[in-house]
């Protein structure tokens, strides 16, 4: 995330079990963003489960930049709403 000029890193151990956003560096520079829920969070490294159900172990000291973002939404059945008359 960034503000005024500034990543910030928000999220904490306690967000266990929480969809989040995190801001990592790259080894040949520059940066990607990952977004899965923390499954665990020990000896420094995350493991963040993404939507395709893959797993990606991630080192706190990689990270410049976090937050929590909402849940996914569910999924509509059915395509689109009807059309109004």
């Given amino acids: 995330m960034h503000l005024r000029g500034q990543l910030v890193h928000r999220i904490v151990p ?8 995190v ?5 040949e520079g520059g940066f990607t ?3 899965g829920v923390v ?7 995350l493991t963040l489960r993404r939507r395709d159900d893959s797993t ?3 080192a706190e000291s990689d990270i410049v930049a976090s937050r929590v973002v909402p849940p996914v939404p ?9 059309e109004a008359p």
């Fill in 14 to 21: 306690e967000d266990l079990g929480r969809r989040v956003s």
């Fill in 23 to 27: 801001r990592i560096t790259l080894p």
């Fill in 33 to 35: 963003d990952i977004v």
């Fill in 39 to 45: 499954e665990s969070w020990a000896e420094n490294v």
């Fill in 56 to 58: 990606v172990e991630v």
């Fill in 74 to 82: 569910p999924r509509r059945r059915g395509g689109r709403p009807p």
